[in-house]
């Protein structure tokens, strides 16, 4: 095994939170997911964190629950879209276990995220767009880099496990 914890990054609708739960059952691991983390922790949705409190407070609830997980092992973390672009939590993670790139192309995710206000960060297309583009050098310096477009979870979560398990 070349891990004993995974963690997914990519962009929103990149399928991490479904991806990490596939995996975690195939392994017999735990999943983990930041999102619903913080969503835990702040009692309510991401999107209301955003917009009573704005980014910058919620990329420090995000980093503090990056930290608490930590020296956990066995577990399968689904990151949110932005927590590997930060290079502290970027080193963190690369650090605890292994990065997987879940890499879908942008077509594919725009027709997956809806631009409702569910996402803050989509509602604008162009804006979705850039950071698409923005985010990319970051998800690069993961470790591995699954191609996520082209299959379902099923294929990608036995790519991933053959992958760690050779």
Known sequence: MKADKVYLVGFMGSGKTTVARALAR???????????????????????????HGEPYFRAVERAVLLEQLGARHVVVATGGGTF?????RAAINRDGVSVWLDVPLERLIARVPADGRRPLAADRAEFEQLYASR???????????????????????????????
């Open 85 to 89: 672009v930060d290079p502290q939590n």
């Open 136 to 166: 990319r050098a970051a998800y690069e310096q993961a470790h591995h880099r699954i191609e996520g477009g082209r299959a379902g979870a099923d294929a990608i979560v036995e790519e991933l496990a053959d992958w760690l398990e050779t």
């Open 26 to 52: 195939r392994l017999d691991w735990q999943a983990s997911d930041i999102d619903e983390l913080i969503e835990q922790r702040e009692h309510e949705p991401v999107a209301s964190v955003f917009a009573r």
